[in-house]
């Protein structure tokens, strides 16, 4: 099992909509998460981070932890075609893990016109 | 302010060579941490350095070492080259290993 796993892709999502992207992670104990977005050639980009159960929202994006589940996910509301790209999901652990992302294997997200 | 700075941006080398990478980190962080990204993954961890010490080591072979310089800069040096070391290789500063923000990338291509 991968410590990080995240939704099989690619998901393609009409220009406007909500994209949604999901994360499970298997260490309990990681205590932050973060979500990078990677366009093609490039490198990750920090998008937000979240470390205590709930919602967090900044502008167009929400994340949402659930430590009893396990489980993260991104919303991206009134998706634009600048948004297609690869979605990243990390989790870092604490004490001498601190500062060590394990990333998943990315989630590719389109959005189309 | 500058952001993580790389260098070089793109790399050839024949196996059994030996390769050092750069990195500058963002203003005011003092933790370096190196990952290595092979095409449609996610990056994988090799090390974190802070104080110019190795604070922690993913699954990578001894043939990736590394050094933290006093003003927070790092190397990431791979000796033997292989095929399979092909992959674009990041590193992301922060702060006390908070948040971290990632560099450009070096792409190594190994021939």
Redesign the interface.
Known sequence: QKEVEQNSGPLSVPEGAIASLNCTYSDRGSQSFFWYRQYSGKSPELIMFIYSNGDKEDGRFTAQLNKASQYVSLLIRDSQPSDSATYLCAATAGGTSYGKLTFGQGTILTVHP | DAGVTQSPTHLIKTRGQQVTLRCSPKSGHD?V?W?QQAL??????IF?YYEEEE??R?NFPDRFSGHQFPNYSSELNVNALLLGDSA?Y?C?S?L??????????TRLTVV
């Open positions: 933790t941490s990952y449609g993954q996610g990056p994988q961890f974190q604070r922690q993913g674009l990041l992301a922060s006390w290993g908070l948040e971290a923000f990632f560099g450009q990338g």
